[in-house]
């Protein structure tokens, strides 16, 4: 059994900051990609930011700049900093990992957490 861990959301003024981390944990080999996905009120679920297990990352045009994602491998852990937040920020931020188990290769979601940006 693995799970997906994610925290750090909130309520945030335009132009403000918050980190937000996703926990692996559970019988994990080992875990390849890690990326943030986000869903705002009636959009679809997005890419934001992804991180290879090396350390290559990529970000959606709409982030760049402002997001920076980074993992701690020995943690099984994925971070989102997000600056300079902007109200079409507004989501449910999920993470999703491409994870080795002792059954086999799968991806795996969090549950989301919510980041609102308002004044």
């Known amino acids: 059994q693995v799970q997906l861990v994610e925290s750090g959301g909130g309520l945030v003024q335009p132009g403000g900051s918050l980190r937000l981390s996703c926990a692996a944990s559970g019988s994990i080999f080992r875990i390849n990609n890690m990326d943030w996905y986000r869903q705002g009120p009636g959009k679809q679920r997005e890419l934001v930011a992804s991180?290879?297990?090396?350390?290559?990352?990529n970000y959606a045009d709409s982030v760049k700049g402002r997001f920076t994602i980074s993992r701690d491998n020995a943690k099984n852990t994925v971070y989102l900093q997000m600056n300079s937040l902007k109200p079409e920020d507004t989501a449910v931020y999920y993470c999703?990992?491409?994870?080795?188990?002792?059954?086999?290769?799968?991806?795996?979601w969090g549950q989301g957490t919510q980041v609102t940006v308002s004044s």
């Open positions: 999703n990992a491409e994870i080795y188990t002792t059954i086999g290769t799968g991806y795996y």
């Open positions: 991180i290879t297990r090396g350390g290559t990352t």
